[in-house]
């Protein structure tokens, strides 16, 4: 992976960057390390009032596991549990009548016949980009076989009516209770290790819904 530097403005120390994009910003902006930088409260509350609307400073996000579930309302459609920290949050859902993620997803593929909004060439390029790679064929040169073969699979699979399968609308993220995803009957692993067509993998015929929870554990077995 191709690495930019240059030194902390005010201590002096390397500072090591992914993309040639985030060199350009930080020369620009002449910014400093992390550990030189100091944001007052103040400052923190400008910036989240701008960006967010919000007078709250912009600290770092808390775990999920961590936060506090003060607020519970049901998704509109299937009537699962949907959990809210702040009372914000809890009021701009009843609001706009929010959907849980499987429901949303559900509503996405009916209305455009894909689960994808951005094209693969648009998927391509961000990938290479958080990797660190100016060029796709850079990225997709420096990747592993099985990577590789991960790839085409997922290809295959996000290409796949998925909406059909059974408990379909329960689909969410890991963490939510209830929550299910899509897993490969016939392993992405085992297929590369059998050397198996990464169509086969990806068919809908290879295809469940689980609970997310089992998805876990089937993958540390």
């Known amino acids: 992976m191709k690495e930019y530097k240059r030194n902390c403005p005010k201590c002096g120390r390397e500072l090591t960057y992914s993309c040639k994009r985030n060199l350009n910003r930080a020369i620009e902006n002449n910014s400093n390390c992390a550990r030189c930088k100091t944001v007052s409260d103040e400052m923190r509350k400008y910036f989240s009032e701008k960006n967010k609307g919000r007078k709250y400073p912009n600290y770092k996000r ?3 596991e961590e936060r506090p579930v003060n607020f519970v309302r049901n998704c509109p459609d299937c009537g699962n549990e949907m959990p809210y920290v702040k009372e914000y949050s809890y009021k701009e859902a009843n609001k706009k009548n929010s959907k849980c993620d499987g429901c949303r997803m559900k ?4 209305e455009t016949g894909s689960s994808w909004i951005l094209t693969q060439d648009q998927i391509n390029k961000m990938a290479a980009k958080k990797a660190g790679y100016d060029t796709f064929e850079e990225y997709i040169g420096n990747i592993s076989e099985f990577k590789k073969y991960k ?23 890991m963490g939510v209770e209830g929550a299910y995803n899509i897993d490969h009957i016939y392993s992405i692993y085992r297929g590369f290790r059998d050397k198996i067509e990464p169509k086969v993998i990806g068919d809908i015929k290879n295809l469940e819904m689980i ?3 089992d998805n876990i554990q089937k993958h540390k077995n």
């Open 62 to 64: 808390r775990p999920k």
């Open 107 to 110: 509503h996405r593929i009916k």
């Open 151 to 173: 790839r085409k699979v997922m290809s295959i699979t996000n290409k796949q009516p998925v909406q059909t399968l059974e408990n379909f609308e329960k689909r969410g993220k």
């Open 211 to 213: 609970p997310w929870l």
